[in-house]
């Protein structure tokens, strides 16, 4: 007997979700499966951290230039900060013989986007930006000190992000830019206080006010 059209029906709306599962399934990882980066402290810590930073106005940005940050060295071996980053907080990472992967998946916890087998349309974000660093404290650092910061890996300094939400926070702190994912807004400022508190940067007033305000209101 031919099948009715309910039947058919039904058949064709079961095919159709196997068939989006198979092709839409690899691009939707679990929530458990975003990474972000290394030691963000807990609310406690970071509060007292916050709390031990020194407060000050910030420093002028004349003199800065990119150059006195020297970015993207080699840390591992003949593997680039950049590329460590990559591999570090992707997922299914396959990198070339000179560390560059190729192909992988990466989440930017800024907007909440996941970018699939195009590393060139992924970028490694500065929490604490090299500018905003040279206005806190930074201008008073050595090239080697500089070096140091714009490629830790082991810190909560280096993020995943969509070009365009780097774009978009710019130099900003976090009373002047917070990511739009909202669901980040808690552990973005940890990562922030702890950057600043490893390197004995200053905070404004400001700044220090929307941290606080964030921790009480998302932490």
């Not at 009715?4 to 709306?13: E, M, N």
């Not at 990559?86 to 560390?99: A, E, M």
């Not at 990511?179 to 700044?207: F, G, I, Q």
Request: net charge negative.
């Amino acid at each position: 007997m031919p099948p009715t059209p309910r039947t058919l029906g039904r058949a064709l709306v079961s095919l159709a979700a196997v068939v989006l599962l198979a092709v839409l399934g690899w691009a939707a990882p679990a929530s458990a499966d975003h990474v972000l980066p290394p030691g963000i402290p807990s609310t406690s810590a970071a509060q007292s951290q916050l709390n031990s930073l020194t407060v000050a106005p910030k420093g002028p940005q004349s003199g800065y230039d990119r150059s006195l940050f020297p970015h993207w060295a080699d840390v591992q071996g003949n593997c680039s900060a950049r590329q460590v980053v990559l591999l570090r907080d992707g997922h299914d990472v396959v990198t070339d013989s000179r560390c560059q992967p190729t192909s992988g998946s990466w989440w930017s916890s800024f907007d909440s986007t996941w970018v699939y087998d195009e590393p060139s349309q992924i970028s490694v974000d500065h929490m604490v930006p090299l500018s905003e660093a040279w206005k806190t404290g930074a201008r008073y650092w050595s090239t080697s000190q500089r070096r140091d910061f714009a490629n830790d890996v082991d810190s909560p300094q280096l993020w995943l992000a969509t070009p365009s939400s780097n774009s978009s926070k710019g130099d900003d702190d976090p009373s002047e830019w917070m990511p739009p994912n909202t669901a980040v807004h808690c552990d973005y400022v940890k990562a922030w206080v702890n950057v600043k508190y490893r390197y004995d940067l200053t905070v404004t007033h400001a700044e220090r006010s929307a941290i606080q305000s964030t921790i009480d209101d998302r932490c």
